[in-house]
């Protein structure tokens, strides 16, 4: 992957989008994570776009054997034909985290009933984080938000730490 730095705190992005992966289209929402990443602390490769469906497997499996402790994908969580990002992370995950993803769903209908087709998935690979979040700069940002009071609980949690802090 161009861009990836190995370091105690790695993540990366996958951009599922056909279009910008043909140069017929732009991203946006790739920056705008890895951006929030390296705000929390993680060294972060320029985002890695890919076409829809199977790509986005490789690309996971690829920063699986990495060592990553987070991967987030943006893109191929809808309904079209081609939007096969859950598919192809699902199988991927040995612990799923479905209120995650709800979550989401419930910030973004704030804004757009159309959040509520998403069909994200998150979940830890062995013991890295792995979420699927919308294509939409909105469904990013919602995406965000969630995570940011959580992502480092989850990862002490998963690392063995209690995570419990006072109420």
Known sequence: ???FVET????AVVVASTGAAAGTATDKTGPL??????????ETGEPQVVADGQPVRFAVDELLARG???????????????DQSPEMVAP????????????????????TPLSIIT???????GDC????LPGSTGGVKDGLAVLDPIL??????RSGGTGHGPR
């Open 1 to 3: 992957m161009t861009g």
């Open 119 to 125: 069909r994200g998935v998150a979940g830890f690979a």
């Open 92 to 111: 991927l995950l040995d612990v799923q985290l479905p209120g995650i993803i709800e979550a989401i769903r419930r910030r973004g209908e704030a804004s």
């Open 8 to 11: 105690d705190r790695s993540a």
């Open 129 to 132: 984080f792995v979420i699927t």
């Open 68 to 82: 990553v402790q987070v991967v987030i994908i943006t893109g191929g969580t809808g309904v079209s034909p081609d």
């Open 152 to 157: 480092e609980h989850l990862l002490t949690q």
């Open 33 to 42: 994570i890895a951006g929030w990443l390296t705000e929390h602390g993680f």
